[in-house]
C-alpha cells in the first residue's frame, strides 16, 4: 500500500475552508510577532485564491513578481500594499488594545 505524500500548500488548502480558519490562521500568525511568518501565511492563503498568486495579482492590478516579493520571507511590503492584499483576501486589518495597564495616555 502507498502513502500519498502532500506538501504543506496542499495539506493547508484541505483546512482553509472558512473564512473563519483562514482568519484564526492569519491572526496566530501576525501575533507571533515574525513579520516573515506572517508574510508566508499571507502567501500560503493568497495560493487557496481563485487562480492563486496569478489570479490575485490580476484582481490587485499588480505585477505578479512584485506580489511574490512582497510575499516572499524576506519582503518588505508597505502598509498600503499589506491593506490592498489584506482587503482582496476578504480580510481587514484591526487594532485593538493590549492586555496591559501601561497604555500611554493620549490627551
Known sequence: MSMKLYTL???AKGWMQSPEEVASYL?????????ALLLVALRRVAKNYPGGIRGLSNDLEMNRSSL???LAPGGNPT??????????LGYEIQ???KQRNDHAEIT
Open 9 to 11: 500548500d496542499e495539506h
Open 27 to 35: 491572526n496566530e500568525a501576525l501575533e507571533d510577532g515574525d513579520e
Open 68 to 70: 511574490n516579493n512582497a
Open 79 to 88: 502598509i498600503k500594499t499589506l491593506r490592498k492584499i489584506v482587503d482582496q
Open 95 to 97: 487594532l485593538v488594545p
